[in-house]
């Protein structure tokens, strides 16, 4: 047989194989991505800590190493975590105003001081509790905005307990898992999460600080990314937190880039989404 025929016979065979095969389970990654991260490791993002303005990473910090982790906005007040080089995203019910300092940590250390110049308040008509601003300049590349999850991303969860972590006000970043996927709150927003503490790293659980953790960051782990699912608004108790759903709303914060303009170059921004073929 022509040597070339047999390996293209070889290549057909292995993808026919290859595309038979079981889809990974979504949850049962992100439980196995947490379990290997929480063994003897600290929720603290920093050991050093100065006047909100420069930060040295914590090398035991269980996501220290995640790139979107400089992402996240380290200084003082309200939350804010970047999604496109251009644009960040909070609470809106405590947010910065036009002309507020944002402060950003790579992994080298090095504080990047951006500002915000606009801002806008998203569907409103419905409630959403999202803020979304833009920057006066954009991002370097040492700092790797966070993708959202794309719609209906639940389709793909088997199982309950789908682990999360969630950054409180003294920079740790604890872990919790979803509670109820379909958590609306009237008044603040029609499409939401329930959270509640952690069953797989019960000495990382997130703590709920009450004041001034709103807008921070609510993450999982898919693929070696951190994703960006909400940000915190309610903490009621008993270790439990809620926020709204960022891949419910991801059209209209698409939308916003849009509206909100400055300049060609921030406008011409696109949401990233984590792409989740792989998963059954």
Not at 193 to 204: C, E, G, R, V
Not at 242 to 257: E, L, N, T
Request: proline share 7%; aromatic share 10%.
């Amino acid at each position: 047989m022509n040597l070339g025929i047999l390996f293209q016979c070889c290549l057909s065979l292995a993808s026919a194989v290859l595309s038979h095969l079981p889809a990974e389970d979504l949850t049962d990654q992100v439980r196995a991505n947490v379990e290997t991260r929480t063994k003897g490791t600290s929720p603290q993002l920093f050991t050093t800590f100065t006047d909100g303005t420069r930060f040295v990473r914590n090398p035991r910090c269980w996501l220290n190493d995640m790139k979107g982790l400089s992402a996240v906005h380290a200084g003082y007040g309200p939350g804010a975590t970047a999604i496109t080089p251009w644009h960040v995203i909070g609470a809106n019910h405590w947010k910065h105003e036009s002309g507020a300092k944002l402060y950003f940590c790579d992994l080298q250390n090095h504080s990047i001081v951006r500002c915000v110049v606009a801002s806008m308040e998203i569907r409103p008509d419905i409630k959403s509790d999202i803020w979304l601003a833009v920057l006066d300049q954009r991002l370097p590349v040492s700092i790797t905005p966070m993708p959202l999850m794309p719609p209906a991303w639940t389709n793909y969860v088997r199982h309950s307990r789908f682990p999360v972590a969630a950054l409180n006000k003294n920079n740790e970043f604890g872990a919790g898992e979803v509670l109820t996927f379909r958590q609306p709150v009237s008044g603040w927003y029609l499409y939401g999460y329930l959270y509640q503490p952690s069953s797989l790293a019960p000495t990382l659980q997130f703590a709920p600080l009450q004041g001034g953790d709103s807008g921070r960051p609510i993450v999982t782990l898919v693929n070696g990314n951190l994703v960006l699912l909400g940000h915190l608004t309610f903490e009621p108790g008993k270790g439990r937190f809620a926020g709204p759903d960022y891949s419910a709303y991801s059209a209209d914060i698409q939308s916003g880039i849009r509206k909100l303009g400055t300049n060609n170059a921030a406008t011409a921004q696109n949401l990233r989404t984590i792409d989740l073929s792989d998963f059954k």
